[in-house]
């Protein structure tokens, strides 16, 4: 059964900066792409960052590009998402995610591609 562990989340002002890290158990990591998605209080969840097997071309969503990093280590079995300049509105709780499909060609962004979500943790940035 596979199954992933976020943690690194907390309170930060604007402009700072949290690393979160996910860990994967279960499956054999590196044939998987990993990703990041976060909800905010009362809206969907959305996607954030994803990067595949092989840590080739990361994909990122237009609202974190240039400030979110995602990188893996496959021999630790973990995938990172480091935030920085981080806004109010970038307040949500971020889940990680495995996707479905072995060895994608591409880093996956839509939800239904991923599976075996973690519980979340919850990012608040004060302004």
């Known amino acids: 059964q596979v199954q992933v562990a976020e943690s690194g989340g907390g309170l930060v002002q604007a402009g700072g900066s949290l690393r979160l890290s996910c860990a994967a158990s279960?499956?054999?990591?590196?044939?998987?792409?990993m990703g990041w998605f976060r909800q905010a209080p009362g809206k969907e969840r959305e996607f954030v960052a994803s990067?595949?097997?092989?840590?080739?071309?990361?994909a990122y969503a237009d609202s974190v590009k240039d400030r979110f990093t995602i990188s893996r280590d496959n021999d630790k079995n973990m995938v990172s998402l480091q935030m920085n300049s981080l806004k109010p509105e970038d307040t949500a709780v971020y889940y990680c995610?495995?996707?479905?499909?072995?060895?994608?060609?591409?880093?996956?962004?839509?939800?239904?591609?991923?599976?075996?979500w973690g519980q979340g943790t919850l990012v608040t940035v004060s302004s």
């Open positions: 279960g499956t054999t990591f590196s044939y998987y792409g």
């Open positions: 990067i595949k097997w092989n840590a080739g071309d990361p």
């Open positions: 995610a495995v996707d479905r499909a072995m060895l994608r060609a591409v880093a996956a962004r839509m939800e239904n591609d991923f599976h075996a």
